[in-house]
């Protein structure tokens, strides 16, 4: 196990701090609602992603490679939510944050549903399972997924520190549009390049 710590927390702070739509998601998040209100993504995000760690590890994963039918329908529903919420951030309102209650933050539990249906997190699972976790023992798998959630915290965290600070810059209405309308075009890119190769 501690052979294979240090290459697992490197693998897993570059699947976390990466640009991807998670990511994207945290930081546009905090931009338009501030810091506080990426908490709950964040954490949901996190705890989806460390959850299916242990899911996989638990046998889940094998006989999801089985089905692949099972995968394509989650990978085009992963792409629908996410191109629903490109539209959402792309769409909103040109006035300030602070009077934005047409759009609600996406939310812990909307973040975590969002890993359940993201094939990417399933394989980057995958990998952590049958790269690092060596003959899947229980307790590995438990402590990878834990790692994972701990490492994963501060780096989605950045990138809500990175949306908050865009924000306090982007102070005129125009300024915050353009910034959730590049935002959504790069969530949405994001989405269809997984798809497309």
């Known amino acids: 196990m501690l052979s294979?710590?240090?290459?697992?927390?490197?693998?897993?702070?570059?699947a976390s701090i990466t640009p991807g739509p998670t990511n994207i998601l945290v930081m546009s998040n905090?931009?338009?609602?501030?810091?506080?209100?990426?908490v709950p993504i964040i954490l949901g995000a996190c705890t989806g992603a460390a959850g299916i760690v242990?899911?996989?590890g638990s046998g889940v994963g094998q006989s999801l490679m089985q089905w692949p039918k099972v995968q394509a329908a989650m990978q085009w529903a992963g792409v629908a939510w996410l191109s629903y919420l490109a539209w959402q951030i792309f769409s909103a309102p040109p006035h300030a944050?602070?009077?934005?209650?047409?759009?609600?933050?996406?939310?812990?539990?909307?973040?975590?549903?969002l890993q359940l249906i993201n094939p990417k997190t399933w394989m980057m699972a995958l990998a952590v399972v049958s790269v690092f976790a060596g003959n899947g023992a229980e307790h590995r798998v438990m402590h990878l997924s834990l790692l994972f959630f701990l490492i994963a915290l501060p780096?989605?965290?950045a990138w809500a520190v990175l949306g908050a600070g865009t924000q306090r810059v982007l102070?005129?209405?125009?300024?915050?549009?353009?910034?959730?309308?590049?935002?959504a075009v790069l969530l949405l890119g994001s989405t269809w390049v997984g798809v497309l190769i």
């Open 171 to 183: 102070r005129s209405p125009t300024a915050l549009q353009r910034l959730n309308r590049c935002m």
């Open 97 to 113: 944050i602070e009077s934005d209650s047409a759009h609600k933050p996406l939310g812990l539990f909307g973040a975590a549903s």
């Open 30 to 38: 905090s931009a338009r609602y501030g810091l506080k209100a990426a």
């Open 4 to 14: 294979t710590l240090a290459p697992f927390m490197l693998f897993a702070f570059v």
């Open 155 to 157: 780096c989605l965290g």
């Open 54 to 56: 242990l899911l996989v």
